[in-house]
Each structure stands twice: as structure tokens, then as C-alpha cells.
């Protein structure tokens, strides 16, 4: 099934299995719903898929308060980009009840966002903003890349105990893939999964940049290298030892995303990483992002901001040249 | 002039000097047949919970001021008349998302002095451990659900509160406190808006102490006032004093009681002063000295105390012996906090998530 058909079925099944659970967003009932929510308040009924104003403070707020009285609420922000109207909803409330009130109160909400870039809708309408909340204690930030991983993480994200905000790349959702029908079928947060095996370079990656490593691996085998794709699939919390296990074993490592490159999600990992095997790379560790602009509107100018096959695969071959490779200090001397 | 109702003649540059004007929690002999609505066991609640929180915040006071305390503070002194209104008109699993201005609230509310001036001060015993401080007090036990320290941002979560309350069937009412300066907030609006929408259990007090922060409110609206907000939404919008316990009663019972029957959200605004500004320490030299003096004059707690031995409802030494109560309470919860070992470091490494694991290093 498709992407789309994957996540409608994790709601359909969380909201069939769980009284807790209700929806509520922007246009995400009958007839106006369109995509994963489409046909759901029909099932269910518009209590618990509810349409709401375009408010999106109020969506997240009410998400939360809800939560805070046993409820299980998943709130829709229809683009990433409009999040920032409930980013105080999300990074002053959500984000540390918990912690302020000692454990007495909690948030366990799951907002689900759509990152839309690639479509041409410029440059409010297409940003990867997932950065902005790794960077607060307090949330989990997840992405999927398969249908598979798309039903069996909000699955787990609904049923967390802490607010998840969870990513769904508009250009994945016509991908196909295997889905488990089974409606207990859930994937934990923080487990990385290796979507491609190799032995010289590791391209650690998530979401929509994940097909574009995929891409870049297969033509990088056509030149005998062999490239291994590590999908984080959650952000926060960051399988630390899944990168480990395989940055340790290829001594390179490229990090793909479609977040802006400067102070990105590939700074952190790429810290973690070199500060994890620093003896152990043969080369510094590449990324390859968006490039620090807002995103433009014409085709052809949006595409050349991304991580592309091309620009994946020129990294990884930088992190292959001889002069890359770290000569040995007990020979060598230290320098500086 | 803004915060004006009645009267067009005030020199436009004393910002806010009349809006206690009629709203003095009066002492007007007339007003002995109100406070005969009130059973005698409401009015001595209410004078109660009063100098309670008078108390509480005369003693933090004191000893902010000599350094025998240290902690942050918003203080709600002059506003007790509004807080002891919502305690003596809510049920204990009626909601409450109050601000950081909320010692008052919190008392209304039943919270416990120890658990509030333990997290004030640090200590293990406070409401949440000491962790969340002055501004994020919370007693869910007795429905204080979130303080917020960011203006504006509880009413959106009251409306999630109260969006429970009506999907399970209760009739437990949410109340969300807050200032003036809130309703200048976008959330302010949208939750409103939702509120009014889905006829939801919530009543939106708002304690109009006629400045955000440091700016008189009438610099801050086009409007005269607060209550005038709620025809755009859909519901009723109620102005009362308040700093009159007795008219309180009635205008909260009133919004109440609509929200408990599935009527919808009120909103009240309820004008009142602080009289020891936006912070502790406050130097207030954006208040103009005749409006202090009027506001002062004006203080809820000993209007209503002269009002109650006027009309005979209680004599002079019953509230001798309430308010010597109060000192006791406050003095004993301090002592008991300042006893109690201070947050341990440790407290660091819990309730960022449920489960610790999740954190990254």
C-alpha cells in the first residue's frame, strides 16, 4: 500500500481500538479531508475527527489539555511550516509539563505535520523544520521513509507517553511498500534501521532524503563502492549505537537530510559520531543538506537546493580520496 | 478613556486613575442587602481564603525584602477578592489553568501552602518537587492543572481541558485565569473562538489589574473594555468588581453555572489592581501616586473586612481570630518548607520524559 493508505490505517486502527483517541486539525474531516484522515470522521463520527478552526495555537493547546485530562489526542498542522503559530504551545507547554509539574501532569499528544518541499510552493510551504524541536528536552521527533515504518511509528507515537511530533514527507506518499496489517504492529521509537547493507561508507539519513541515499547507493555500486543507508527514523530519541555499529565498521559516514545543512539535525549527528570513533574514521564526516536559503519557488531552482544523487554521491566520493585518509600519528609525527 | 465606564471628564493623562472608579469593593452602607445574599458561612469563606492569601503574600514579601527568602515572585496582593470568589464557587474537580501571578489562585483552589511555598523556595516538598518554580505551579488532586509563566498561553489548554470534560460527560467546569494583557494574545483569540464554537464547560476569567505589565491597559486595546471581546465571539462578556467579594459571587456562580449546563463559556472580566506591581520589587514609577493611593484605599481585604463588621454580619474579633489563623497557617507551612531538604540535584535526571532512556546524552 501506499504511504497515504499506511498512515490512514494506523488512525483507523488506533481510533477503532482506543475510545482515548480522537483527531482534530484542519480540514481533516469529510467531505473536505483529503489524504491519510480522508473517510475517517464518516467511520467515526465528527467528535472524534473534528475539524477545527484555522487555529493552530488552539489545536496544539487544546491537544494538550485534553491529554492532560487521559485523552490520546492527534492534532494535524497541515504544512510544517504553519507550526510556528503553535510553537509555544508545543515547546513551552507540551515540552515540560512533565518536567515542571514533578511528573504530576503530562502531554502525551501526537502532532503530525507534512513537509512539503519539492512541490514548488516556495518558500512557506515546504521547510524541514524538524531541527527547531530536537533542540527542546522534552519532545520526540520522528520521520518515517516506507510505508511500513510510517503505520508502525505513529502507532507507537499515539500511544506514548511523551508529545511526538511526526513528519510525513508529501513527496513519499504515493510510495508503495509492505505494510503489516496487524493493528498491534509497532515499531519503538529510537531504533535506527539499516534499509541498505555495505561495507565502505555509511549515508545516514531520514524521511524523504532516505529514497534519494537509496538512489545514490545503487549508482555508487555501479562504480564498486558499496554504501550502506542508515535510517534513523526518530530524531529524538537518537540511536546512537545503530550509527555506532555501522559507521564503525565502514570508517565513513555521510549524512543526508533535506533540513537545512547549517546548524541541522547532521551537526549533532556528525558530533556524536566523531566523538564516538574518532580513531576510527578514515575520513571527516560529509553532509549533505539543503543549502542555507529560503526555499525558491521554480522547479528547477528548489531541486538544486537538496540533497541530490549527484551531490550525495560527489561526498561520498570526497570521503574516499587517498589524501583523506588519516595517516598514522606514530609514523607520522603530530602535527600542529 | 479606556477603563472609564461612566465618565468622559478624566484628564487623559492619568492612565487607568479611574478605572476602580464604582469598583472599590465598596463599603457603601447600601451595600448591607447584598452581602445578606450571601449565607453567612459564604461571606466568612470568603474573608477566609482572603486574608490567607494576604497573608501568604505579606509574609513571602517580607521576606523577599529582608533576604531571609529567596525566590522569584509575581505578586497577586490586591486581587484576593477574585480568587476567593472561584474557591467558594467551584467544586473540587472543577479545573483551573491559572498564571504566574497565581498565589491567590492557587489558594482559591485548595492548593496547600507547603506545596506552594516549597516550589517557590526550592524545596522537595513543593508541588512539583521544586523543579518547576514560582510560575509552574500545578496540584492536579485539587484540579490546579497548569500555571503558565507565558502570557497567553493557558487559555488554549483550558480549552483542551474542557473539550474532556464534555467528551467524557462530567460536569466539571474549566476555569482559565488571566490578565488583561492576555487578551492581546493570538491564543487569547483562537481559544475563544473554540471555546464559543463548541459550547464548551469554560469560563475565561480575566483579572483586568488595569496594566500589562508595565503598560496601563488602555495603551494596549482600542476597546474600553475586556468584556466587550466577548460579543465577537459568541458569548457573554460580564464586567464586575473586583474587588467586591459579594458581586464576585455572583457573576462566577452565574458563568458557572452556564458552563456546567452545557450552556457555554462566559467570559468575565473581573477589574481589580496589584498593588505591589508586575514583580516583587517592582518600583511601580509607571503608576501614577493618586491612582496607588485610590487602589490602596480600595484594597479587597480591608474593604471587606470593614463591610462585614459594618452590617454586623461578623464582629471585629471573629476576624481578629481568622486572620490570626492565617498567620499561624503561613507561619507553620514555612517553617515546614524551610525544614524540608532543598530539590536534589538528581530531580535533574527525572520527568524530561516518561522514560529517562529517551534522552539524549
Not at chain 1, 527547531?132 to 522534552?138: E, T
Not at chain 1, 541515499?213 to 543507508?229: M, N, Q, Y
Not at chain 2, 459579594?246 to 462566577?252: D, F, G, H, K, W
Not at chain 2, 456562580?253 to 458552563?259: I, P
Request: with cysteine; hydrophobic share 45%; aromatic share 4%.
Amino acid at each position: 500500500m501506499t504511504m497515504t493508505e499506511a498512515l490512514h490505517l494506523a488512525l483507523d486502527q488506533a481510533l477503532e481500538r482506543d475510545e482515548r483517541v480522537f483527531l482534530l486539525g484542519e480540514d481533516i474531516a469529510d467531505p473536505g479531508a483529503s489524504g491519510p484522515t480522508a473517510g475517517l470522521s464518516t467511520r467515526y463520527g465528527t467528535q472524534r475527527v473534528l475539524d477545527t478552526p484555522i487555529s493552530e495555537a488552539a489545536i496544539v493547546g487544546a491537544a494538550i489539555g485534553a491529554a492532560m485530562a487521559g485523552f490520546r489526542p492527534v492534532a494535524e498542522i497541515m504544512i510544517m511550516d504553519f507550526i510556528g503559530i503553535a510553537a509555544d504551545q508545543l515547546v513551552n507547554n507540551a515540552a515540560k509539563l512533565r518536567f515542571m509539574t514533578g511528573g504530576r501532569t503530562s502531554a502525551p499528544i501526537t502532532v503530525r505535520t507534512q513537509v512539503y518541499g519539492g512541490l514548488s510552493t516556495g518558500a512557506t510551504h515546504s521547510q524541514s523544520l524538524e531541527a527547531w524541536f530536537m533542540h527542546i528536552p522534552g519532545l520526540k521527533v520522528i520521520t518515517p521513509a516506507t510505508p511500513r515504518d510510517a503505520k508502525g511509528l505513529l502507532t507507537t507515537a499515539i500511544f506514548d507517553d511523551d508529545p511526538c511530533i511526526f513528519l510525513e514527507p508529501i513527496r513519499l506518499r504515493g510510495q508503495r511498500g509492505m505494510v503489516p496489517l496487524d493493528p498491534a504492529f509497532a515499531i519503538p521509537l529510537g531504533e535506527a534501521e539499516v534499509k541498505r547493507p555495505g561495507t565502505d561508507v555509511t549515508l545516514i539519513s531520514y524521511g524523504r532524503a532516505v529514497v534519494e541515499a537509496l538512489k545514490a547507493a545503487d549508482r555508487l555500486a555501479t562504480d564498486g563502492i558499496s554504501a550502506e543507508v542508515l535510517d534513523l527514523r526518530t530524531l529524538v530519541p537518537l540511536d546512537v549505537a545503530a550509527m555506532v555499529r555501522s559507521v564503525g565498521r565502514t570508517r565513513r559516514a555521510v549524512v543526508v537530510h533535506d533540513a537545512v545543512g547549517f546548524a541541522g539535525p547532521g551537526a549533532e549527528i556528525t558530533a556524536i559520531v566523531q566523538r564516538e570513533l574518532f580513531g576510527t574514521l578514515l575520513a571527516p564526516i560529509e553532509r549533505v543538506a539543503a543549502r542555507f536559503v529560503p526555499n525558491p519557488a521554480p522547479a528547477a531552482l528548489e531541486s538544486s537546493i537538496y540533497p541530490s544523487v549527484e551531490r550525495i554521491v560527489a561526498a561520498v566520493r570526497q570521503t574516499l580520496r587517498p589524501d583523506q585518509a588519516r595517516s598514522d600519528p606514530t609514523k607520522a609525527g603530530i602535527r600542529g | 478613556m479606556a477603563g472609564t465606564p461612566n465618565d468622559s471628564t478624566d484628564p487623559p493623562d492619568q492612565p487607568g486613575l479611574t478605572g476602580l472608579t464604582g469598583l472599590t469593593g465598596s463599603s457603601d452602607p447600601d451595600d448591607r442587602d447584598d452581602l445578606a445574599s450571601l449565607a453567612p458561612a459564604t461571606a466568612r469563606r470568603l474573608y477566609e481564603l482572603m486574608t490567607l492569601m494576604k497573608t501568604a503574600d505579606d509574609r513571602l514579601s517580607r521576606g523577599i525584602s529582608s533576604g531571609e527568602l529567596l525566590t522569584v515572585y509575581w505578586p497577586s496582593r490586591g486581587q484576593e477578592a477574585i480568587a476567593a470568589a472561584m474557591g467558594v464557587c467551584l467544586r473540587s474537580d472543577d479545573q483551573l489553568v491559572t498564571t504566574y501571578r497565581g498565589l491567590h489562585d492557587l489558594i482559591g483552589k485548595g492548593v496547600g501552602l507547603v506545596e506552594i511555598y516549597g516550589e517557590m523556595l526550592g524545596r522537595q516538598v513543593g508541588a512539583s518537587r521544586g523543579k518547576g518554580g514560582t510560575m509552574h505551579i500545578a496540584s492536579p488532586g485539587v484540579g490546579v492543572m497548569l500555571s503558565t509563566g507565558i502570557v497567553g498561553a493557558g487559555p488554549p489548554v483550558a480549552v483542551g481541558l474542557a473539550m474532556a470534560a464534555q467528551r467524557l460527560g462530567l460536569d466539571r467546569v474549566v476555569v482559565a485565569s488571566f490578565g488583561d494583557g492576555a487578551t492581546n494574545t493570538g491564543s487569547f483569540h483562537e481559544a475563544a473562538n473554540m471555546a464559543a464554537l463548541w459550547d464548551l464547560p469554560l469560563v475565561l476569567l480575566c483579572q483586568n489589574n488595569l496594566y500589562a505589565e508595565m503598560t496601563p491597559t488602555e495603551h494596549t486595546m482600542k476597546i474600553e473594555h475586556v468584556a466587550d471581546r466577548a460579543a465577537g465571539y459568541g458569548m457573554p462578556g460580564t464586567r464586575v468588581d473586583g474587588n467586591d467579594p459579594v458581586a464576585l459571587v455572583s457573576a462566577v456562580t452565574e458563568a458557572v453555572e452556564r458552563a456546567r449546563a452545557g450552556r457555554g463559556p462566559t467570559l468575565l472580566e473581573c477589574v481589580t489592581f496589584r498593588l505591589r506591581g508586575h514583580y516583587f520589587g517592582d518600583p511601580m514609577a509607571y503608576i501614577p501616586a493618586e491612582q496607588l493611593a485610590a487602589a490602596t484605599e480600595a484594597d479587597p481585604v480591608l474593604r471587606f473586612r470593614a463591610r462585614l463588621v459594618g452590617s454586623g454580619a461578623c464582629t471585629a474579633g471573629d476576624l481578629d481570630t481568622i486572620d490570626a489563623a492565617a498567620v499561624a497557617s503561613v507561619e507553620e507551612a514555612l517553617a515546614t518548607v524551610l525544614a524540608a531538604p532543598p530539590t536534589a540535584l538528581t530531580e535533574i535526571d527525572h520527568d524530561v520524559y516518561a522514560d529517562a532512556r529517551n534522552c539524549p546524552a
